[in-house]
């Protein structure tokens, strides 16, 4: 395994692939193994960078004095990126990973040649008390108690106690012990429960696209996520015209040939240069629709074969 060091503290960090730079932010449970279902087939084409920060993960686990914050964590980022010497990444951030991203390109945006990003720019009153009951439910009933909860929450509408969420509440279960303390859990969510980010919007000039599903508790069939994202491209754009794009997009798997399959083939094979900054000099954002789709880690026909 691969580490930086800041300060006595080690950074896990691996790579995968070669060509453009895509450093990939999942969140507080999954991590990195948010994308273990399209991790391969991403470094088919792209320098695919997975990182841990501080506090979780493979990274050290130290919590002294419940001293982190999401700039913490943002800079943890930037040391990896600095000891790599990373100048042209494009950011993917999702779910909790998506504030690390959006702030990270605020503030490093030299750095940064395009985002892709689920809209969790700042934490509204609906993911507050969401991540208030991930700390109740986790630290009184264990992984598999928020495992149930997160899956219910992140799936497409069509998969809700289904076989499939069955399957994936366990492997997100065997994900959290692997990645996070029970005791640090109530830390974690209230880092997650303060960020507000709004300001720093505007100050995001790479070409940026939100990726969100229509399907399910997170997509834009829910008004408040719309609502999110609406915000979210008139403080990048100001007010630009959003460009949307539909399809039934399923991002992890290599299923039989057909509809589906395409429009995955689409996102994978085409530069991402091709998918986020809009075709010309101009930088307008972006928002791409996919039915089905809030997590990468979450298609709505997931094949167990993949587990």
């Not at 493979?58 to 919590?63: E, V, Y």
């Not at 419940?66 to 964590?73: F, V």
């Not at 800079?75 to 930037?78: G, I, K, N, P, Q």
């Not at 507000?196 to 100050?203: C, E, I, P």
């Given at each position: 395994?691969?580490?930086?060091?800041?300060k006595?503290?080690?950074?896990?960090?691996?790579?995968?692939?070669?060509?453009?730079?895509?450093?990939?932010?999942?969140?507080?449970?999954?991590?990195?193994n948010?994308?273990?279902?399209?991790?391969?087939?991403?470094?088919?084409?792209?320098?695919?960078?997975?990182?841990?920060?501080?506090?979780?993960?493979?990274?050290?686990?130290?919590?002294?004095g419940?001293?982190?914050?999401?700039?913490?964590?943002v800079?943890?980022?930037?040391i990896?990126?600095?000891?790599?010497?990373?100048?042209?990444?494009?950011?993917?951030?999702?779910?909790?990973?998506?504030?690390?991203?959006i702030?990270?390109?605020?503030?490093?945006?030299?750095r940064?040649?395009?985002?892709?990003?689920?809209?969790?720019?700042?934490?509204?009153?609906?993911?507050?008390?969401?991540?208030s009951?991930?700390?109740?439910?986790?630290?009184?009933?264990?992984?598999d108690?928020?495992?149930?909860?997160?899956?219910?929450?992140?799936?497409?509408?069509?998969?809700?106690?289904?076989?499939?969420?069955?399957?994936?509440?366990?492997?997100?279960?065997?994900?959290?012990?692997?990645?996070?303390?029970?005791?640090?859990?109530?830390?974690?969510?209230?880092?997650?429960?303060?960020?507000?980010?709004?300001?720093?919007?505007?100050?995001?000039?790479?070409?940026?696209?939100?990726?969100?599903?229509?399907?399910?508790?997170?997509?834009?069939?829910?008004?408040?996520?719309?609502?999110?994202?609406?915000?979210?491209?008139?403080?990048?754009?100001?007010?630009?015209?959003k460009?949307?794009?539909?399809?039934?997009?399923?991002?992890?798997?290599?299923?039989?040939?057909?509809?589906?399959?395409?429009?995955?083939?689409?996102?994978?094979?085409?530069?991402?240069?091709?998918?986020c900054?809009?075709?010309?000099?101009?930088?307008?954002?972006?928002?791409?629709?996919?039915?089905?789709?809030?997590?990468?880690?979450?298609?709505?026909?997931?094949?167990?074969?993949?587990?």
């Open positions: 395994m691969a580490f930086v060091t800041d006595g503290v080690n950074l896990w960090y691996e790579i995968k692939g070669q060509g453009q730079p895509l450093v990939l932010s999942g969140g507080f449970g999954l991590l990195h948010q994308w273990d279902f399209v991790t391969d087939l991403l470094a088919q084409h792209y320098q695919v960078i997975n990182w841990n920060y501080r506090g979780s993960g493979q990274s050290d686990r130290a919590w002294p419940k001293s982190y914050n999401q700039d913490t964590w800079d943890d980022l930037e990896i990126l600095d000891a790599l010497d990373i100048k042209d990444a494009v950011l993917w951030g999702t779910s909790t990973g998506s504030p690390t991203s702030r990270y390109t605020a503030r490093y945006q030299d940064v040649k395009a985002l892709i990003t689920y809209p969790m720019f700042k934490a509204d009153p609906g993911f507050r008390k969401a991540f009951y991930f700390s109740g439910v986790c630290e009184t009933f264990g992984y108690a928020l495992a149930c909860l997160t899956t219910w929450i992140g799936c497409a509408a069509e998969n809700v106690f289904q076989p499939k969420q069955g399957e994936m509440a366990k492997w997100e279960a065997e994900c959290f012990e692997r990645n996070f303390a029970i005791e640090t859990i109530d830390e974690i969510m209230s880092i997650c429960s303060t960020n507000d980010f709004t300001s720093d919007l505007a100050k995001i000039t790479v070409p940026t696209l939100v990726l969100m599903g229509e399907s399910g508790v997170l997509g834009t069939n829910n008004p408040a996520n719309k609502a999110l994202a609406d915000e979210f491209l008139q403080h990048v754009s100001g007010g630009a015209a460009n949307h794009t539909q399809g039934r997009w399923h991002l992890l798997h290599d299923r039989a040939a057909g509809e589906n399959r395409a429009g995955g083939d689409r996102l994978y094979i085409h530069p991402l240069n091709r998918l900054p809009v075709p010309g000099n101009v930088k307008k954002p972006r928002v791409a629709r996919v039915p089905g789709l809030f997590n990468p880690y979450w298609p709505t026909d997931y094949p167990s074969t993949h587990r």
